[in-house]
């Protein structure tokens, strides 16, 4: 069942204070170094074996940091505690969504989080419902999208799962569709990227 906005609220009512949370991943730093400025106090989340930076180079940026075998562990009862007696709104970023799962997000994490839970799904590019669709139903222009690289006729930047880290996408442009076959199939054989996925892969004007 998904988190009510009325269960958040009633949580924030009776925070005393605030603590700007952050998964300790890409822009951590940033949304420290914003939350420091402004006088709050700041608490990481990170993974086991990534934690340094946070934990010892960057200490100075964070009042708290917790280590967690696995990110995805967040939505454990006795962390989600550990959030919430420090007052804490977490901010969200990609690794979030991620690492942790847009799902156990909606349906398993009580913390406050500074925007909407329900919109982070739309990053998933496996969703019908995904940025691509909202951009459209808001009618913002967008580049165009090829769906096959025969039509290619015009630069164009591919954007493909990495076969060995398949969270990561590789990226190409190509002018034609020589050049697209030519460029996938040096992928492929250099082990970037894997035959199935470009099956996957979205072609989309380059601008």
Request: overall charge neutral; hydrophobic content about 40%.
């Amino acid at each position: 069942m998904p988190v009510r906005r009325e269960e958040v609220q009633e949580l924030v009512s009776r925070y005393s204070g605030l603590t700007v949370g952050v998964l300790g991943s890409h822009s951590a730093e940033e949304v420290a170094v914003a939350a420091k400025s402004a006088g709050l106090k700041t608490v990481v989340v990170c993974q086991k074996g990534r934690e340094g930076l946070y934990a010892r180079h960057d200490r100075f940026l964070f009042d708290h940091v917790i280590v967690l075998d696995r990110f995805a562990d967040m939505v454990e009862e006795h962390v989600q505690e550990k959030l919430r007696e420090l007052n804490t709104v977490f901010i969200p970023n990609r690794s979030f969504t991620v690492y942790v799962g847009w799902r156990n997000i909606e349906e398993k994490l009580y913390i406050p989080l500074y925007g909407n839970r329900f919109m982070l799904k739309t990053e998933e590019r496996n969703l019908p419902r995904n940025q691509y669709w909202l951009l459209e139903k808001a009618g913002v222009k967008i580049p165009k999208i090829f769906k096959s690289p025969d039509e290619i006729d015009r630069l164009v930047i591919v954007k493909v799962r990495q076969k060995r880290k398949p969270l990561e996408r590789a990226f190409f442009t190509a002018c034609s569709p020589e050049e697209y076959w030519a460029k996938a199939e040096r992928l492929i054989k250099d082990d970037v990227i894997a035959e199935e996925d470009l099956k996957q892969a979205v072609i989309e004007e380059f601008v």
